[in-house]
């Protein structure tokens, strides 16, 4: 079975050409679009439907950078191990710590500004984050990435508590 880069006839790396990913989704879309198999057979319209999800996943996996860090260490085999392998670096798991005390001190004073500059302080560590998984990915240093790609999951899961917690507050 071809990977999701091969999908799309995109290179195994990182660093992608978005207006390809999207010019290539919307190409395989367009050859399995339904309006193609009104009169197929039901078999084939299954097939068109099975190509449909699976460009559907391989999209969505490839246009996020998170998913496509892990996908590509997963492709490469390297387990990113997020359940049994919780092991950080002290200084991460410190900023951890400390945003996660700050987010609940703006939560309980609802601080916009504290949240503001919370999430901008998250945005710029993922930003890192990100450039330094592109640079070992693309090296084709997997098990390096993996680390960086848990830590990024992290981030992903608290930016999303500081964007809710912007979301709740009233306006």
Known sequence: MQNHFDLFHLPQRFTIDASALDSAYHSVQNQVHPDKFANASDAEKRVAMQWATRANEAYKTLKSPFKR??????LNGVDLQTESNTAMPVEF????????????EARAQKNRAELETLDDDIRS???IELLEI????????FTQAAGLVRQLMFL???ADEVSIALDTLPD
């Open 156 to 158: 992903e899961k608290f």
């Open 69 to 74: 860090a892990a996908y590509l260490c997963e």
């Open 93 to 104: 798991l410190m900023q951890q710590m400390e945003w996660r005390e700050a987010l609940s």
């Open 134 to 141: 592109a640079q070992l990915l693309d090296a084709n240093d």
């Open 125 to 127: 560590a993922r930003k």
